[in-house]
C-alpha cells in the first residue's frame, strides 16, 4: 500500500489521519503527551517511513502475538526529541523507528523473536529487567541507522555510577 503525491500532500498539509498500515494509524505514530509540541510529518518522506515500519515491523510483531501493541512513541519532530532528550541522531526524527509495547508480553521475548525471525534495521531492548515483563520497552527501526549495519541488536541500559545510558552489543535479559 502506498499513497500518491495528492494524498501525501494532503496528509502533511491538513493533517489529514490516515491507516498506514491494518492496524496502525498515522494518529497513533505520532501521538505525545507533550501536546505543545507540533508533532506532525512535515515532509512526505516521514509519512513514507512511518508507513514502512508499521507494515515490515509492527504488522509482523502484532501478527506472531496476535495482540494490541502499544506504540509508546513513533515519529519525533526535532523539538519533541529534544523535549524528551532523544539522541541527537535519533532515527525517531525520520520516522523510521518505533518504541512500542504488547501487554502481557515481556519485551524480552518480543526482542528475541524479532531478532530471530525478523529483517530489521536495529533493534534496541531499553531498560528491560528480566522477572519485570512490563519494565522498558521495544525499539525497533526499518533500516539501520547511518554508518549501522542492518540486523543490529543492542541492550540499553542505565550505569548505576554515572547514570548515563550504555548500549551493550546483544540482547541481555
Ligand atoms: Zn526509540
Not at 48 to 67: F, G
Request: proline share 5%; with cysteine.
Amino acid at each position: 500500500m502506498s499513497f500518491t503525491a495528492q494524498e501525501l500532500d494532503d496528509i502533511v498539509t491538513r493533517r489529514k489521519n490516515v491507516q498506514l498500515s491494518p492496524h496502525f494509524s498515522l494518529n497513533e505514530m505520532v501521538a505525545t503527551s507533550h501536546t505543545e509540541i507540533n508533532n506532525w510529518p512535515q515532509e512526505a518522506e516521514i509519512v513514507q517511513n512511518l508507513q514502512r515500519c508499521c507494515e515490515t515491523l509492527l504488522e509482523t510483531v502484532r501478527a506472531r502475538y496476535n495482540k494490541p501493541i502499544h506504540v509508546n512513541s513513533g515519529y519525533r519532530c526535532p523539538a519533541l526529541n529534544t523535549k524528551v532528550h532523544g539522541s541527537a541522531t535519533s532515527q525517531h526524527m525520520t520516522g523510521d523507528a518505533v518504541d512500542f509495547e504488547i501487554a502481557g508480553i515481556a519485551n524480552g521475548d518480543i526482542c528475541a523473536w524479532i531478532r530471530d525471525n525478523m529483517t530489521f534495521g536495529q533493534l534496541i531492548l531499553e531498560f528491560y529487567t528480566l522477572g519485570q515483563p512490563s519494565s522498558g520497552w521495544v525499539h525497533c527501526s526499518a533500516v539501520p541507522p547511518p554508518g549501522h549495519k542492518a540486523g543490529e541488536v543492542l541492550t540499553a541500559v542505565k550505569d548505576a555510577a554515572t547514570g548515563k545510558t550504555k548500549y551493550l552489543p546483544g540482547l541481555h535479559v
